[in-house]
Structure formats: structure tokens, C-alpha cells
């Protein structure tokens, strides 16, 4: 259990390791703060003195009773708010059983065994608090004690005070080494029986004082703190100096312990601050898109996106995905898995704009699979897209293992002629690629293949090397501007130094490089302001790098890209079906145009194009592109449907009706299919036939208002 507790210290977040709460430091601070502080800082800092969790009034009727004992009473203290607000909002009995199964698996130290160290030794603890601490009909999990033994376990040692007519019965519980965030590295806990009526509750130096553990008639004023300290010290010196401080050594004052109050609201949630709940919002999110059975296990990654012009002046983003572990299957020796990739693009009003889908199989040998065993697998992409805002939505599953991770972010696609400076991507590598032969490959850029990781860790053997793109640059200010490049720790400036814009190739990319050597290890940030001719900053950007004395083992990259190479038809078949999914036809039109007069038997190409001249009403077009096609009626259904609609749309409803039959009959029954059929034997005047096609259709789909007011007036 503590072990699981040391391999979760830090939360990653992007490009960031960060501490939940400065432990150490905290508590060093807290004991010099003067005690005329505590009255300011006490009322913000602390909540209540009593352990005990406020519940909610209201119940769960939609919770099977099993399901609200283990949230209300079993994980209580463990469970994230977001994993709770998950929990609460799942649908049904069979989608909490699956969340059930994702959480233990969250927090097992030893994934991939049978057992679950961190489930067995929780449910050690509650069943022990519940059979020790119990009182008066209230179980030992709600009581003070309980909660505490709960959540830090059994302490290393407990001084029990009986208590006499002085001083009320107390346990001393000292704790030594746990490795929670916000606990300092030793401190003590005290419980006492106020009135020695009633459970034990525990006791805050600061809201409380060393006079509530003293019998009332042994003092002369319940306000004089002092003098109660005095007493107590006369009759159980331990007790007395637990009074006013619960952490030991602290050097003596003559005031409670603003240290103590940090301790004890330490104590509420120091197992969930460790926690990473990514993993329910994920679950959440994709319970209804994913199968069963990868539901509950998602995996952490990081990931980068950038968006750069090609050298067309075609924006195109590049991503990788770095999951933080790959599991593989084997067989003969060999070591495979099989990935599956989706990537889903969104605009603002939900319009799905471009899709993709890949399925990768990877098999390797003992010796191959020796050399990248021990390295990160970075998964990278490429695509071109048109401008515009966009929430972009990258998944990848694992067959083998049934895992699976995923990545969403915002972007902007600006217009190729806005002034623009892109973000910064910071990579640990390049290598140069001859102009004649730059591929389509992710990250390849200004004639280099840049290579770099999401995480953005570096060594100070490494040099960094820094891309940018300046988008639509004026003239006056590449002839005569400046790069300032500035890297500073803790806001200190440790290097800094200028480049004019004219030494850069050209006036769209800009690749610098900066040996670490002199960078020791730490958190950095890198800025790069532009700047005119008079020394004028006109835009900037920002980012933050790790340097780290630790080996960095260096991916192995695979692409997730379709082709080697792009030709330019057939980006523009991409961006042209992009600019179709936005109803922007007359764009659409021009570049699948391209496309397909690049390639005119390539019938991707031609049904795109035939979909953007029947959007634009340009029918006898559109039958003129799909004629060559005919052949292939049988296998196509967008085929068949188009070219039932567009003699529809023609008048030609004999013509329509053999096409949508023949669908019908190779593809099966649809209300599409059924309602175009029965308009089209509307149109030619047999409205009993037209009227048996409504009311199957309907049969099918009893949601179709439109088709239920037609086939009223058909029978009127």
C-alpha cells in the first residue's frame, strides 16, 4: 500500500511534473508565522474540527442499494469529486459495475496480476474501523478515529491516556514516514472523549486548546490558554505538549500550532490528491462510442499538436500521441499487437468535417523488440485542413491488451493570409531531408525531419532545437526585424541572445538551435519575441521545458499517415470533401475538381465530385461523372442512391424508381430508400403504391412526422 503510495507523488500534466502541495516547505513556514497571524489565517484555512464528512441530504433512487453503500460508505473517503460526479451521472446498474472495475484498477500498485494491493488493504481498514471504532449504533467508518485509520492506516505507535477528575480519556496516534502529499514527514494525531461522554473526537490545537481537555472546574478561566497548558503540563506533560502542537520537535510557543491546523486538513482527501481521475472523464466520454470491454481501461498519454504550412502554403496539422505504456502479446517467440486509430473532426455547430480510420499490426522479432522494450512509442500524424475552429478527437485502441487512450483539443485553422506566429515545437533531434525528397511524414519541416516528444524532457547533452512558423510576414519587418530568444528559471534570465530575420532561409520557417550544456537541471521557459525595426515587440510565444540529469530513453516514432507522399490532387481531395462536410460547395467544387481531373477513374474521387455538382443542382453533370461508374451499381450503394436522386431530381422518376429497387434489393430496406421510392410513384400519380412505401417506411421509424402528415393526406 505505501508503495503504491511512492509511485504517485506527481501529477503530469502536459509539459509539466508539479507537486499537489509543497509539503515540507509548508510546514517549516507555518511554525515561524507570528501568532498574531492565526486569527487571520485560520477562519480561511480551515473548515470544521470534526473529521466527520458532510453527506448530502438527498439520496440516490436511481443507485441500487449496493451501488449507495459503496459510495456513501465504502470509497467515501477515497473517491475524487470528478469520479463521484461520474459515478452519479452513469445510466444504469450494468455502467457502475464497469466504473466499479475501472476505479480499483485505477489504484492498483501492480497491474497485470490478479491482485489488487490498494483494494485489499482498503477493505482490511474499513472492516477493522468498523468492528473497533463503533459506537453507539453509529459505525466505526463515520467516527473519527475510523476515518483516520482509513485513510493513513494503523499508526506506528498509540499512547493511551485513561483520563481522571483533571483531564478527559485521549489517545496519542504517532505517524512516521507516509508518503501522502500535504503530511509532514512525522506528526501525531490526538483523540479524546470530551465530558469523557460520547465517542472520541479529534482534537485541533488551534480551535479547540489545551483547556477543552481539561475538566471545566479545574479551571479558573476556560479562555486562558496558557494557564490550561500550565495544568495539563503539570499532570501529562505528553499530553500537554500534543495540546498546542501535533508535530514533534516543533520548537516550543506559547500559541497552538498553525502547523497542526495544516496537518489535520491534510488528512481529508490526502489519498485523493494522488489520484489522476482522467480516467473517469474518459470513461464518461466514451462508454457509448467504445466496446465493453475497453471501457474500463484507459491508459495515460501525452500528446502535441501543431498546425504549419507546407511549403504550397497549405496548413496542415501535426500531432503525436505518446501513451505511457504499450502492452503486446506473443507468440513463436515474436512480440506483436494491433492498434486501431480513429480521428474525428468537428467544427463549432457539431458538423462532422473529416474522419479517418487505421489499423496498424505490429510484429517483432527477440532482437527487434530488445532495441525499443525500454522506450517510449510515439504515434504520429499528419492532415491537411481548411480554416476554420475545430475540436479535433484522436483515439487509439489496443486489441491486444483492451486498452485504450485518447486525446481532444481545440484549434484554429486561421487563413493562410492573417499575420500569424505560430506556438513553438521544441524537439531533441533533426535530421535533414533533401528538398526533392520531402515526404508527407509527421514533423517534417523546413527540409528537416524534427523529432520530439510531447512531455518536452531534455537532457543537457542535448541541444534544443526551436521551430516557428511566421505566417503572412511583412516584407519590411523580415528585411529589418529581429528573433529575441530569451530562457529564464524562476523569472532569471539565463540566456538570452538576438538573431536578424534575414539570416533565417526565407520568411516562413525559422529553426533555431541551442545546446543545454550549460542548463542545470530544472523547469525552463522558453521566449521568443519578434520584433520590427525599431526594437518593437509585434508578437511573441511561450513555452515550458524540463531539463532533467536523468537518461531519457528516446522514442520510436510510428507514422500514422496514409501515404509517403502527398501528391497535391490529392490534398486537395482532402480539403475539397473538408469544405463539402462544411456546405461550402463552391470551395468544395474547385478543389475536388483538381482531384479529379488529376484521376478521373479513381471513383472516390469522381462520387465526391458528382455529390458537390448535385449539392450545386448541376444534375446532367453529375450523371455525366457517374456514367463511367455503372459497372459498379452492385457493390456501390452511394452509387446507386445518387444516381436514383439525381434522375429523381430530373424528373426522370421511371428511370429513379429502377435504381432505388435495384438498392433495395442489393443493400437492403432503409425509410430513405422506401420514402424516395414512394415519392417518385407519387410524382408519376400511383398514389397506392406511394402509400404502402410511407406506411412501411413509418413501420420502420414511427418518428417521421413529415411522412405521417403525407400519408394523411393520402387517405383523405
Known amino acids: 500500500f505505501k508503495n503504491y503510495q511512492k509511485t504517485n507523488n506527481n501529477f503530469v500534466c502536459n509539459t509539466m511534473i508539479f507537486s499537489i502541495f509543497p509539503s515540507r516547505g509548508l510546514f517549516s513556514w507555518l511554525k515561524d508565522l507570528n501568532s498574531k497571524l492565526l486569527l487571520i489565517i485560520l477562519p480561511i484555512i480551515f473548515v470544521s474540527t470534526s473529521l466527520n464528512p458532510t453527506y448530502s441530504q438527498h439520496k440516490y433512487p436511481q443507485l441500487t442499494e449496493q451501488h449507495r453503500h459503496w459510495l456513501e460508505e465504502e470509497v467515501v473517503y477515497i473517491i475524487t469529486p470528478i469520479e463521484k460526479d461520474v459515478f452519479l451521472n452513469l445510466k444504469n446498474s450494468k455502467e457502475r459495475d464497469l466504473f466499479i472495475e475501472a476505479f480499483w484498477r485505477r489504484r492498483d500498485p501492480t497491474p497485470g496480476t490478479e491482485k489488487n494491493e490498494f483494494r485489499e488493504e482498503h477493505y482490511r481498514r474499513l472492516n477493522y474501523v468498523n468492528r473497533r471504532y463503533k459506537y453507539a449504533g453509529k459505525p466505526g467508518w463515520k467516527t473519527d478515529r475510523g476515518k483516520v485509520y482509513i485513510i493513513l492506516g494503523a499508526p506506528n505507535d498509540i499512547r493511551i491516556f485513561q483520563g481522571n477528575d483533571a483531564y478527559y480519556p485521549a489517545e496519542l496516534w504517532s505517524y512516521q514516514g507516509i508518503d501522502l502529499h500535504g503530511l509532514p514527514p512525522a506528526f501525531n494525531l490526538l483523540f479524546f472523549q470530551k465530558g469523557r461522554i460520547g465517542d472520541y473526537i479529534l482534537y485541533n490545537p488551534a480551535m479547540m486548546g489545551p483547556q477543552t481537555l481539561l475538566a471545566s472546574y479545574f479551571m479558573k478561566d476556560p479562555t486562558d490558554v496558557m494557564a490550561a497548558y500550565y495544568r495539563l503540563e503539570e499532570i501529562q506533560p505528553m499530553l500537554a505538549q500534543a495540546s498546542l502542537s501535533l508535530i514533534p520537535n ?18 481529508d482527501g490526502a489519498l485523493i490528491r494522488s489520484i489522476d481521475d482522467t480516467y473517469a472523464k474518459k470513461f464518461i466520454q466514451y462508454k457509448d462510442i467504445i466496446e465493453v470491454e475497453y471501457s474500463t481501461n484507459y491508459i495515460d498519454s501525452n500528446a502535441q499538436l501543431y498546425v ?82 475545430f475540436r479535433f478527437s484522436f483515439l487509439m485502441k489496443n486489441r491486444i491488451s483492451k486498452e485504450f487512450t485518447s486525446y481532444e483539443v481545440s484549434l484554429k485553422i486561421p487563413e493562410s493570409e492573417k499575420f500569424t506566429m505560430t506556438p513553438l515545437l521544441l524537439g531533441f533531434n533533426i535530421v535533414p531531408i533533401e528538398p526533392q525528397k520531402t515526404k508527407s511524414t509527421p514533423f517534417s519541416l523546413a527540409d528537416h525531419r524534427i523529432y520530439s516528444q510531447p512531455r518536452k524532457v531534455f537532457n543537457p547533452r542535448d541541444t534544443l ?61 522558453i521566449n521568443v519575441s519578434l520584433l520590427d525595426g525599431n526594437g518593437v515587440e509585434i508578437a511573441n510565444r511561450q513555452d515550458i521545458f524540463v531539463v532533467t540529469s536523468s537518461s531519457l530513453p528516446r522514442p520510436w516514432v510510428m507514422s500514422l499517415s496514409q501515404k509517403d507522399n502527398f501528391e497535391q490532387y490529392q490534398i486537395s481531395y482532402l480539403l475539397g470533401k473538408q469544405f463539402y462536410n462544411k456546405r461550402d460547395f463552391q470551395n468544395a467544387f474547385v478543389l475536388l475538381n483538381n482531384a479529379y481531373s488529376a484521376e478521373p477513374s479513381n471513383f472516390e474521387y469522381a462520387l465526391a465530385l458528382a455529390r458537390v455538382n448535385f449539392s450545386l443542382s448541376h444534375y446532367q453533370e453529375t450523371l455525366k461523372i457517374l456514367q463511367p461508374f455503372e459497372k459498379q451499381i452492385q457493390q456501390k450503394y452511394e452509387l446507386i442512391t445518387l444516381l436514383g436522386k439525381t434522375n429523381q431530381a430530373l424528373g426522370n422518376f421511371a428511370k429513379a424508381i ?53 400519408i394523411q393526406q393520402l387517405k383523405n
Not at 250 to 267: D, G, K
Open 658 to 710: 429502377q435504381y432505388y429497387r435495384q438498392a433495395l434489393e442489393n443493400f437492403g430496406t432503409n425509410t430513405s430508400l422506401l420514402n424516395s421510392l414512394g415519392e417518385c410513384f407519387l410524382s408519376l400519380g400511383e398514389k397506392k403504391k406511394a402509400l404502402d412505401l410511407f406506411q412501411k417506411s413509418l413501420e420502420i421509424d414511427p418518428r417521421q412526422e413529415k411522412i405521417k402528415k403525407t
Open 465 to 525: 532545437f526551436v521551430f516557428f512558423q511566421i505566417w503572412s510576414l511583412p516584407e519590411k519587418v523580415y528585411t529589418d526585424g529581429l528573433l529575441k530568444y530569451t530562457f529564464s528559471q524562476e523569472e532569471k534570465i539565463i540566456k538570452s541572445f538576438t538573431r536578424p530575420l534575414k539570416a533565417y532561409q526565407n520568411n516562413l520557417n525559422f529553426l533555431e538551435s541551442v545546446p543545454l550544456i550549460s542548463f542545470k537541471p530544472g523547469y525552463y521557459k
Open 308 to 389: 504549419f504550412k507546407d511549403k504550397s502554403g497549405i496548413p496542415f496539422v501535426h500531432f503525436s500521441l505518446e501513451p505511457k505504456n504499450l502492452s503486446m502479446g506473443s507468440y513463436e517467440n515474436n512480440v506483436y499487437t494491433s492498434l486501431d486509430f480513429n480521428g474525428i473532426l468537428y467544427d463549432t455547430e457539431q458538423n462532422l468535417i473529416y474522419q479517418f480510420e487505421k489499423t496498424v499490426r505490429l510484429n517483432f522479432a527477440p532482437q527487434q523488440f530488445e532495441s525499443i522494450r525500454y522506450r517510449p512509442f510515439d504515434f504520429t500524424g499528419k492532415l491537411p485542413l481548411i480554416p476554420g475552429n
Open 250 to 267: 516543533e520548537p516550543a510557543t506559547h500559541h497552538p500550532s498553525m502547523a497542526s491546523v495544516a496537518l489535520i486538513q491534510s488528512i
